[in-house]
């Protein structure tokens, strides 16, 4: 503090030369308000409260950090047939449990020699996603014909048909379903919210109530509430012999969730988009979808990311409650691999190792709405 | 002097603007009462009037941006109606400048001229961008058209929306009080725009407390208050020789300093 201070007092004394009026130029900072020093003072060392803050969380790293490293790392197995087998070798973690279980975790009860339809599935993801998500992709355009047709070839490469082995929905689970539940709900589930979204501002009264109804009553209701109408009660409305997918059925509870939830973080962003917008988009003679399409949309969506985002993520961490209707996701696997005798106790690695699967995705996508947002940011930063 | 001025630009004898014992209603509140205005091509009408008088949302039914209950609206022959037929083709021929701007904010200034366009007039983007940057350089800021609106000072932005609004090719525009957000500065390059355009023969309905901008390129001038036309007349006599209380009263405030 007393630092500050002296400087400031050294600035006065050392004011520089006097310029006539309307002739001073720009000067360059003082050396005291850059650099890396300067930066330590002001966010660890500010004031009293700052620098107990900053001993504590240094103590507080000291404290935990080694000994996680040890159970996790150095201390942990990472090969062995059993529990006892990584008693035998370290006191840490048991690391050979989630690898002897690898393939379940990611694939489910996916046929083991068709497992390459799932690889190839994710790696067509990946090429569809790149082109979407970034614009300055070189091939851009087939970039985006292949997204396009992506449902098609992720629908027939993971269900079979056109030649390929058929494989029941039921064989789906691990990782892979997630992925499966998460990445339709999502994709379809945008597209859905905006339309009702702007169903709800809509000057025509039926559409109006029609909307308001769908995204209350379907926000009203828990999700496990759908997955069990989706699971069980489906059959006494449709009519009898009717076979319809479980899983097809869980992934339009999933997206109808989900919609009614983007719907109203759309309709927040709408809202926040001046009246003089839509006039002036009028006055130009554009017609309602091509005002929205053109003008107001990418505004309000833009607005909307962290929310929409924010929707997402739930919606990707939702997935794992269709274990209650028996379907298994990771968590599912886990919960049936843990049951096995020759490792029991062993909770701790599989959750860590789930929570692990689902932050990388969830980082990804807060990361990527991150990014979305400072490339969209069009004010006097840029 | 102005007189002379003003009689350098054409009137023509057609009719662009016919508004027959027009009403209005906000609920209950009757904003616009049996409003008459017929507007020939090529003339420049200059609309003021205390706030809440109603000038604002006479300029706005021209172009549909408010609905009218009763009366006729006539915009180039074109009878503006229910009909989203005819209110698409008023609003390609009727250009409007806001009070606040209202540019699209995610688009460059360009992108801002050329959508309308491309999107309703079907233009290929090269022939839209070729007449965008034309108009750009009419109101005097090409070199910004790669630039966002939020990086551009008021009266950029006020220009760049004449421009966008020129860049439909319209017959008439309507103005909102353009320059009632501006800083003292940005006032005038506004106004040297507006002048220009008056000069080139467009239709202009301007609503403005510009009274400098009124006496110079005003063809008639029209005091409202309370929703009613309260006086019409040339500039000069308007200004010289203000027939009604209400309008001496409204000078007297407004060219008081």
């Known amino acids: 503090m007393t630092d500050i201070s002296q400087d400031k007092s050294a600035l006065q004394d050392d004011h520089g030369p006097d310029y006539a009026p309307g002739t001073h130029p720009s000067l360059p900072p003082p050396s005291s308000s850059v650099g890396p020093i300067h930066w330590i003072r002001v966010n660890l060392f500010s004031s009293i409260p700052n620098i107990l803050l900053t001993i504590l969380a240094v103590w507080v790293l000291w404290a935990t950090i080694p000994g996680l490293l040890n159970w996790a790392l150095f201390d942990a197995a990472f090969q062995g047939d059993s529990r006892s087998d990584c008693r035998a070798v370290a006191e840490g973690a048991c690391w050979a449990f989630i690898s002897s279980r690898f393939g379940q975790f990611i694939y489910g009860f996916y046929p083991v020699e068709l497992r390459w339809r799932v690889d190839l599935a994710a790696i067509g993801l990946v090429m569809a996603l790149v082109p979407l998500l970034f614009d300055k992709v070189p091939y851009r355009r087939f970039g985006l014909y292949f997204a396009a047709a992506y449902p098609f070839i992720a629908y027939f490469l993971l269900m079979g048909g056109l030649g390929l082995e058929p494989v029941e929905t039921s064989k789906f689970g691990g990782f892979m379903l997630t992925m499966v539940i998460g990445v339709t709900g999502i994709a379809v589930s945008l597209p859905i919210g905006i339309v009702l979204a702007l169903g709800r501002r809509s000057d025509m009264p039926i559409v109006r109530v029609l909307c308001v109804v769908f995204i209350e009553f379907i926000r009203g209701v828990p999700l496990i509430t759908l997955l069990f109408v989706a699971s069980t009660m489906l059959n006494y409305f449709l009519p009898p012999g009717t076979t319809f997918d479980l899983l097809l059925r869980v992934l339009i509870m999933v997206v109808l969730f989900a919609s009614a939830y983007l719907a109203e973080v759309v309709r927040g962003g709408l809202q926040a988009i001046p009246k003089g917008q839509t006039e002036a988009a009028d006055a130009l003679g554009l017609t309602y979808w091509k005002a929205m399409r053109l003008v107001i949309l990418p505004q309000a969506l833009k607005i909307s990311i962290p929310g929409i985002v924010n929707t997402f993520i739930g919606l990707f961490k939702d997935t794992t409650l269709v274990i209650i209707i028996g379907l298994l996701d990771p968590l599912g696997i886990g919960k049936a691999a843990l049951a096995d005798a020759k490792w029991q106790g062993l909770a701790a690695e599989v959750y860590i190792f789930i929570a692990i699967l689902f932050f990388i995705c969830c980082f990804g996508m807060s990361r990527y709405s991150l990014y979305l947002e400072n490339k969209l940011h069009t004010g006097h930063k840029r | ?257």
């Open chain 2, 1 to 257: 002097m102005s007189e002379a001025y003003a009689s350098q630009m054409q009137v023509l004898d057609e009719v662009a603007i016919r508004i027959q014992n027009m009403h209005k209603w906000y609920g209950e509140f009757h904003v616009l009462k049996n409003v008459n205005l017929t507007v020939n091509r090529g003339e420049r009408i200059v609309i003021c009037g205390p706030s809440g008088s109603g000038k604002s949302t006479l300029i706005r039914c021209i172009n549909r941006l408010e609905e009218h209950q009763r009366g006729d609206i006539i915009v180039d022959d074109i009878e503006l109606t229910n009909d989203i037929k005819n209110i698409a083709e008023i609003r390609r021929e009727v250009g409007m400048v806001f009070q606040h701007f209202n540019l699209f904010p995610h688009l460059t200034v360009l992108e801002n001229c050329t959508l309308a366009p491309i999107w309703v007039r079907r233009m290929p983007k090269a022939d839209a961008e070729e007449i965008a940057m034309n108009y750009l350089e009419k109101v005097k800021i090409p070199d910004q058209a790669l630039k966002f609106p939020g990086q551009l000072s008021g009266g950029q932005q006020q220009r760049v929306a004449i421009a966008r609004s020129l860049c439909m090719n319209p017959r008439i525009m309507l103005f909102d009080e353009p320059t009632s957000a501006l800083d003292p500065e940005m006032i005038a390059e506004v106004l040297d725009v507006m002048v220009s355009l008056a000069e080139s023969g467009m239709t202009m309905l301007c609503v403005t407390h510009e009274m400098g901008f009124a006496r110079k390129v005003a063809n008639r001038v029209i005091f409202m208050d309370g929703g009613e036309i309260i006086e019409e007349n040339e500039p000069e006599e308007f200004f010289n020789n203000p027939q009604s209380d209400r309008t001496k009263l409204f000078l007297s405030q407004i060219l008081a300093h």
